[in-house]
């Protein structure tokens, strides 16, 4: 009913789905859960403007809505229940975290009357989740949900993009309150300062082995990527991705370096150590992009340029020549038409040439070429095609030996999170249904929320996911054989065949044991337009795309 001033009177329940569709979001992952039955109330009224994505897990449900905020960089939503629901989906705002996703997670909250009393599936979230997320709060006034709702949105886009985690109390949700909804506040983004853009190109100019690297993710729209490599394309310089980040630069480009990140090419990386400029554009130049630290002296005795939109991120760890404190949109857009007479075409085709040295396939034992299976593969898939990938040593092979086009996606974990891979794939086919989706993992991580899958058939959305079954923990397998060769201890694995898992569902299955089966196998899983899995059963003893377990033995004896 109305109040005096006119407006009518809703639950918190009900604000929270009014604040959600206020903010823009287009889906809720979520595994329903007593501790807010108000708010699936309120999005079953707003079902027509907010899509409800039932989800098998709660971790799965974050990947999912983390996808989505990598695809689109607004805020993935996603909502859980209390004390266990929140545990579980931790891992997904750890991962938000660490590849600056803009994400908001709402979670389920007991009684406030109940706090501190240790009831059932009682948490305190703040304490949880504050080292995990860019912030942690709780509403507990019904009243304050467009204020507080609003605020989240805002935090989890602005600067380094990253997760929120709310949580709302049990009773609150059921109050019925006054209030008006808040829309979605227009921020100008920060703008690179007057000299800074200036003192870049001196420093190139002056440069004679320059070197880019592109990180960031969800920070860059698409006009931005396409505005970054046209100044790097006109300038001749080569470009590098920091790890997981193959979709913001054409791999097919001669400017194309490689990725920087675990496992990344012995070449590259040498070639990093020869720069006499770095430009990291968006990347925090952490540990995997750093080699664990020990690229770079931390002092600054290579000149770096670093442009990120939080300045407490910019010298974090090695001191930079210049920082950039700007949105690397803007800041792509102002340097776009920028030209600088440098001459380091020699520089960039010796950069290149160790890149399409690492892409040769080798020849590797036994019928099936994985790495020329997947450069058959990438040749028949659409341009627009959506890649996602779990973590483990099976990630590599795609990473190292596949070149993305500049309208195919790479959604991947740069915490490492296994168990991503298959939400990811899910997420993202919910958020484009009309886009190939193409979903890499491992037997192991597979085995963690490949459950998931069952969200796609229930959501009418087909995914394709290649599992890599080599039957082991294989990135562990292969330190253990670095440090204890021949010691195989917790690292096997048995497994079902997949291609019959899928078939339970109603899905489609194939199994690839050959070189020349996998884009065979491809074409009939795409063509059936059902959620598929192919799996591709990989000779264990390549335990990596460049050793066995052989040679890794016989190095630990050396």
Excluded at 247 to 270: E, I, M, R, W
Excluded at 422 to 434: D, F, L, Q, R, T
Aim: hydrophobic share 45%.
């Amino acid at each position: 009913m109305p109040d005096g001033a006119g407006m009518v009177k809703r639950t918190g329940g009900q604000l929270l789905a009014d604040a959600l569709v206020a903010q823009g979001a287009s889906h809720v992952f979520a595994v329903p859960g007593e501790s807010y039955l108000d708010l699936l109330d309120g999005l079953y009224a707003r079902r027509n403007e907010i899509q409800l994505i039932t989800c098998r897990f709660e971790a799965g449900a974050v990947h999912m809505a983390e996808a989505v905020g990598k695809m689109t960089g607004k805020p993935g939503v996603a909502a859980v229940t209390r004390g266990p629901g929140a545990c579980h989906a931790s891992i997904g705002v750890h991962v938000a975290m660490q590849d600056s996703t803009p994400l908001v997670l709402l979670v389920g909250q007991i009684p406030i009357e109940e706090t501190d009393r240790e009831t059932f599936q009682e948490v305190d979230y703040r304490r949880m989740f504050s080292p995990l997320a860019k912030w942690v709060t709780q509403i507990d006034d019904a009243k304050r949900i467009p204020e507080i709702m609003a605020h989240a949105f805002d935090v989890a886009v602005s600067g380094r993009p990253g997760p929120v985690v709310v949580a709302i109390s049990e009773e609150m949700q059921k109050d019925a309150v006054s209030v008006p909804d808040l829309g979605i506040a227009r921020v100008l983004p920060p703008h690179p300062a007057p000299e800074s853009i200036p003192a870049m190109l001196e420093m190139l100019k002056k440069a004679q082995r320059p070197l880019a690297i592109l990180g960031g993710g969800a920070m860059w729209s698409e006009e931005g990527r396409a505005d970054i490599a046209a100044f790097l394309q006109a300038n001749d310089i080569p470009t590098a991705v920091s790890f997981r980040r193959q979709g913001l630069f054409d791999g097919t480009s001669p400017l194309f370096a490689g990725d920087l990140g675990v496992g990344a090419d012995a070449g590259l990386v040498q070639k990093a150590k020869e720069a006499d400029l770095l430009l990291a554009f968006g990347t925090r130049m952490g540990e995997p992009v750093s080699q664990g630290y020990t690229l770079l002296d931390m002092a600054g005795r290579t000149p770096i340029v670093q442009v990120y939109p939080d300045q407490a991120e910019i010298g974090r760890v090695y001191r930079v020549a210049l920082g950039i404190t700007a949105d690397v949109n803007r800041f792509a857009r102002a340097i776009r038409d920028e030209r600088v007479a440098g001459n380091w075409s020699e520089w960039r085709q010796s950069v290149r040439a160790a890149r399409e040295a690492q892409a040769q396939a080798p020849e590797y034992e036994g019928p099936l070429n994985l790495a020329r299976a997947l450069q058959a593969l990438e040749q028949v898939l659409p341009d627009d095609t959506i890649f996602t990938t779990d973590a483990g040593n099976f990630a590599t092979w795609p990473t190292r030996f596949m070149h993305l086009k500049p309208k195919q996606e790479f959604l991947g974990p740069t915490n490492g999170a296994m168990g991503y891979g298959v939400p990811a794939a899910i997420g993202a086919a919910v958020a484009y249904p009309n886009r190939q989706v193409i979903g890499f993992v491992g037997d192991g991580g597979f085995m963690m929320t490949g459950q998931e899958i069952a969200t796609a058939f229930h959501h009418k959305v087909a995914p394709i996911i290649m599992v890599f079954n080599n039957g082991m923990y294989g990135t562990i397998r292969m330190y253990q054989e670095r440090v204890y060769p021949g010691r195989v201890s917790g690292t096997e694995l048995t497994n079902p065949d997949f291609a019959r898992f899928i078939e339970a569902f109603g899905g489609h299955g194939e199994v690839v044991e050959a070189t020349d089966e996998l884009v065979p196998a491809y074409k009939r899983a795409a063509a059936s337009g059902k959620p598929a899995i192919i799996e591709v059963r990989m000779n264990p003893e390549q335990v990596t795309n460049r050793a066995t377990i052989a040679d890794l033995r016989a190095q630990a004896k050396k």
